[in-house]
Nanobody, 115 residues
Framework: QVQLVESGGGLVQPGGSLRLSCVASGSIRNIIVRAWYRQAPGKQREMVATIPLFGSPTYADSVKGRFTIARDNAKNTVYLQMNSLKPEDTAVYYC?????????WGQGTQVTVSS
């Protein structure tokens, strides 16, 4: 059974940086795209960044220029480098892997940006 395990969340001051990691245990075939989503209290889950099998990454407008998504296929890992963090980035961050025919989610990791 495939599991996605996120790590790297925590408390950081505004302007700081964090790097999230998501490791997939088990083999996932026919991956279409890897992505990070987030959900803030009282809000809907939203896409933060995606990295497709082919093509360029995409980012939510709110994180462009500050966040970078990357993958390491050999390690079965996807990363989210977050710089210049703002209080409005506070949320639970979820890793997502979309394949044919399945869609996988991690359990989430909390990111809190506060002074």
């Amino acid at each position: 059974q495939v599991q996605l395990v996120e790590s790297g969340g925590g408390l950081v001051q505004p302007g700081g940086s964090l790097r999230l990691s998501c490791v997939a245990s088990g083999s996932i075939r026919n991956i279409i795209v890897r992505a990070w989503y987030r959900q803030a209290p009282g809000k809907q889950r939203e896409m933060v960044a995606t990295i497709p099998l082919f093509g360029s990454p995409t980012y939510a407008d709110s994180v462009k220029g500050r966040f970078t998504i990357a993958r390491d296929n050999a390690k079965n890992t996807v990363y989210l480098q977050m710089n210049s963090l703002k209080p409005e980035d506070t949320a639970v961050y979820y890793c997502n892997v979309r394949s044919i025919p399945s869609n996988y989610w991690g359990q989430g990791t909390q990111v809190t940006v506060s002074s």
